[in-house]
């Protein structure tokens, strides 16, 4: 009954090698964010689509891009990686604003390593 | 700049006793703040949602306060348990339902038999 999922769980990349993450949700949920939380840190918002409108947060790296090809999907991609972008990627879904309900649901994450 | 302050030492708490964590804030004015818990290698899961309008939240052994004068919340696990240890993320957003969370780190309770 997973309702946000995120693929790999575990994804190794290389200095400056292009890597792109996925997530996917069976909840119909209108909006999806992108969370990066290091060791030990806050979870920190990259970006999120509501819909198709995208919103990126004022101190997101260019390094890093999302595309939302449909409700269920969303992705996020790092151009080129660097050491200091090793995280937990946390992606996670609401319902929309007449709903009321403005809690987050989260997927697992996936580890990201850059070597 | 906006600032939110959790513990982040670990709290020790007896088994069966009532957990308190708190959340302070500075720099926000939210229009509501929710309460997550992380487990090790997991993503937060939702537990408690209270609006500025609004005092005080339960659900089931959980209760949550709101002093947007003091500008602090805390979150009270009744009756603990060892399954309740994790770490606790206080999160704020301004309004308007689309609004992504800003987190603090968190306090990572251990609730020891």
């Known amino acids: 009954d997973a309702m946000v999922i995120q693929n790999p769980r575990y994804q190794v990349t290389q200095f400056g090698k292009p890597v792109t993450l996925s997530c996917s949700q069976t909840?119909?949920?209108?909006?999806m964010y992108w969370y990066q939380q290091k060791s030990s840190q806050a979870p920190k918002l990259l970006f999120h689509?509501?819909?198709?409108?995208?919103?990126n947060e004022a101190d997101t790296p260019d390094n890093f891009q999302s595309r939302r090809p449909n409700t269920s999907f969303c992705f996020l991609d790092i151009r080129s990686p660097g050491l200091g972008d090793a995280a937990m990627y946390l992606c996670?879904?609401?319902?929309?604003?007449?709903?009321?309900?403005?809690?987050?649901?989260f997927g697992p994450g996936t580890r990201l390593t850059v070597t | 700049s906006q600032k939110i302050e959790q513990n982040s030492e670990a709290l020790n708490i007896q088994e069966g006793k009532t957990a308190t964590l708190t959340c302070n804030y500075t720099?926000?004015?939210?229009?509501?703040l929710q309460w997550y818990r992380q487990d090790p290698g997991r993503g937060p899961v939702f537990l408690l949602l209270?609006?500025?309008?609004?005092k005080e939240k339960r659900k089931e052994r959980l209760k949550v306060t709101f002093d947007t004068t003091l500008k602090q919340s805390l979150f009270h696990i009744t009756a603990s348990q060892p399954a309740d240890s994790a770490t606790y993320l206080c999160?704020?957003?301004?309004?308007?339902?689309?609004?992504?969370?800003?987190f603090g780190k968190g306090t990572h309770l251990i609730i020891q038999p």
């Open positions: 689509y509501y819909d198709k409108d995208f919103n």
């Open positions: 720099n926000y004015s939210p229009a509501y």
């Open positions: 909840l119909n949920h209108n909006v």
């Open positions: 999160a704020l957003s301004g309004g308007g339902g689309a609004d992504g969370l800003t």
């Open positions: 996670a879904t609401s319902r929309d604003l007449a709903s009321g309900n403005y809690e987050q649901y």
């Open positions: 209270i609006r500025e309008n609004e």
